[in-house]
């Protein structure tokens, strides 16, 4: 854990994750104030519009924080990379394609490399390509998802005894409690998609983050299975149109129309669920509240301590150890 927060220049073990064309400045700031590392999502953005918030952001903070890149997703990956480099940014998050053709450019400038994997071969592979940090992203997470389908619970200690870099866990980890169970589980920190939107610095409509506070735990449904690409979202009136769609056999091409950018915005900024989509994992049950970012790192490190110490005080071990 420790030496996760060096290599990235954090107080504390938590990332955000990146969320694409929608985690602006003032969350990505937020999130580094308050001690961990934020991260821009770069989704579909043209370069100019991320540069943007790269200004933007260190205007608002005197903390690292990340550029994430989802490389097949990005029509301008290359551009992207270049802009890391302008912009001397420390750390990036490569996801959702082949991160080796970037690792080494990145390197040679100093910049450190994590990457998104949901299983040990993509994880070792990473590894191999000279990942500096692996976020290994369980199934129970937000947005797009490994077609794979393992969970956060199994994944974690499977990628961590086989490979030697820090990984990270994501998906599901809502309060200090998920936190105390990555570690145990052998991770060295945790990234976070679901729980940040319902803080007060998220850039999501109102009415998504009171969608996080009333969910079930059971408020969660998959859109895209039957193209092969898989996407966790809250259930509502539209995700209940692109399954019916699916039902009627819809191609690769149509239903990523469907769940396009501009249907993403349609739900997360402006609140409409009848014709946009909102992402979200299957944590949503857990949360309550919608706080600083501030509050709730600190809340969720005094909570896993406090959980590792009474689990630990708790236990009675075999007779003769
Ligand atoms: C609104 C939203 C957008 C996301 N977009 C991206 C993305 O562009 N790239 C990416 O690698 N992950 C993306 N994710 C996944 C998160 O980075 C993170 O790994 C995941 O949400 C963690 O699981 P959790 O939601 O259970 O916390 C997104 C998640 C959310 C909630």
Redesign the pocket.
Known sequence: MKYLCDLLSIKYPII????????NAQLTAAVSNAGGLG?I???TMRPEQVEEIIVETKEKTSHSFAL?I?IN?SSYTKDLIQLVLKHDIPVV?L??GNPAPYIKVLHEHGIKVIV?VASVKHAQKAEEAGADVL?A??F?????NSNLELT?FTLIPQISRNVKVPVVA?????DGRGLAAALALGASGV???????ATQEAP?HSAYKQRLINATDNETTILGRSVGQVR?VLKSSYASEVIESERNGIDLEKYQEMTSEKY?LKG?IQGDEDNGF??????AGLIETIPPVKDLFDSMMNEAAAQLEQQLNQFVMPSGT
Do not use: D, K, Y
Request: glycine share 24%; aromatic share 2%.
């Open positions: 955000q994750g990146g969320m694409g064309n929608i985690s991260t999502g770069c989704g994430n989802p997703v998050s996801s959702a998104v976020v992203e369980g129970e997470a937000a947005g797009i956060t994501a998906g599901g980890i809502g990234q976070l998609g679901t729980r940040l939107i999501f966790r993403h997360a909102m992402n979200s994992g299957q944590v």
